[in-house]
């Protein structure tokens, strides 16, 4: 596997997990990290041997944001022409499902690269917020869009507004988290997870992240064309064939596509 300087990676099965490492400014996302850790999810999203990504940070932070001493000096011009942020795009494309294991800080855009991925596990550490406010700016990864859509507006506009923070009980409760496991545990829980949907037909794994992806997207209607669109052509996979053959054979299903 590639080195890198700002993350870290092992396989463990099919499962890739990629570790944020700038411990000394908590995870912050500066452009070499944000280009390290794209590249290494496009890598993986090709790799046939990898059916499920994680990532996750440290035990005090996911990721404490956007990293401000780059951001400090910029000019709007550079803002613009650079499209800063606008790289993220390449981590929707990742067409295989990635978790986020957060532990600690997940504030801006480590909130919203949490937010960028297929679901989040919360360790009981757990603090999740957009403080950008206090810094004289707002979200610029997906943090007005996406808290607003995973939270509701009322939750959404007093985090953005305020800059508090959301522990991992009321993220959880408020559809943030998709589960809370002790922090001692939770990378060990997050490959399990993931282990488990890399032995799932990868296909249908696929169509599956992209089904519930689109019902943030467009209207109940054209999602739900959609998702029977999709159902259907499952039943060109000999995945489908031979996972409804196992459940009526009472055996484990041997999946072609993994
Ligand atoms: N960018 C750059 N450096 C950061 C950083 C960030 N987002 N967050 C923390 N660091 C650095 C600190 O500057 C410090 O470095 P030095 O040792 O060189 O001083 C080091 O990491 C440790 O941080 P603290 O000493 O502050 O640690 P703490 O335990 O006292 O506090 C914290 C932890 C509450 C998370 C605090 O670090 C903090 O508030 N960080 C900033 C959070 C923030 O505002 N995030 C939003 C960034 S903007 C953004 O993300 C825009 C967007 O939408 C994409």
Sequence with gaps: MMT??????????RVA???LNRPKALNAINRQLTEELLSA???????PGIGCIVITGSEKAFAAGADIKEMQEASYIEMYSNDWFSAWDRMIAVRKPIIAAVAGY???????LAMMCDFILAADSAKFGQPEIKLGVMPGMGGSQRLTRLVGRAKAMEMCLTGRM???AEAER??????????AELVEE???TAETIAGMSLPAVMMVKEAVNR?????????????RRVFHAMFALDDQKEGMTAFVEKRAPDFKHR
């Excluded at 997940?106 to 919203?112: D, N, P, Q, R, V």
């Excluded at 019902?215 to 998702?227: F, K, S, W």
């Design 174 to 183: 408020a559809g943030l988290a998709s589960r809370i496991v002790p922090a």
């Design 4 to 13: 890198h300087e700002t993350i870290l990676t092992e396989q463990r099965g």
């Design 17 to 19: 997990l990629v570790t």
């Design 166 to 168: 959301m522990d991992a």
């Design 215 to 227: 019902a943030d997207q467009v209207n109940l209607t054209e999602g739900l064309r959609h998702e």
């Design 190 to 192: 997050a490959v399990r």
């Design 106 to 112: 997940a504030l801006g855009g480590g909130c919203e």
């Design 41 to 47: 999810l496009e890598g993986f999203d090709k790799d």
